[in-house]
Nanobody, 121 residues
Framework: QVQLVESGGGLVEPGGSLRLSCATS????????RGWYRQAPGKERELVAQFTTAGNIVYAESVKGRFIISRDNALNTVYLQMNNPKPEDTAVYYC???????????????WGQGTQVTVSS
């Protein structure tokens, strides 16, 4: 069983910076994608940044050049560095892991509890 615990959310001023962390416990299978999603009030959950199953990094167009996803494999933690945040980045941010043992097996998906990020002066 995989468990994800986010931390680092809070209130940040426009143009400031904030770093979110996602600590992971449990075994992650070799075929996996790990990243961050967010959901603003009245909107659908959307991808923010992700390490894909191919080992690439993808970003939402709205955060490219401002947010950076990184990971520490030794700590089994994924980070989201939010630079120059804007009010429209206000949302609950969720950590996500999707993995499977092999291409012949089913995907398993896990979510963290979410952490609120509010960008306001």
């Amino acid at each position: 069983q995989v468990q994800l615990v986010e931390s680092g959310g809070g209130l940040v001023e426009p143009g400031g910076s904030l770093r979110l962390s996602c600590a992971t416990s449990g075994t992650i299978f070799r075929i996996n994608a790990r990243g961050w999603y967010r959901q603003a009030p009245g909107k659908e959950r959307e991808l923010v940044a992700q390490f894909t199953t191919a080992g690439n990094i993808v970003y939402a167009e709205s955060v490219k050049g401002r947010f950076i996803i990184s990971r520490d494999n030794a700590l089994n933690t994924v980070y989201l560095q939010m630079n120059n945040p804007k009010p429209e980045d206000t949302a609950v941010y969720y950590c996500n892991v999707r993995h499977r043992r092999s291409i012949f097996e089913t995907w398993y998906e896990y979510w963290g509890q979410g952490t609120q990020v509010t960008v306001s002066s």
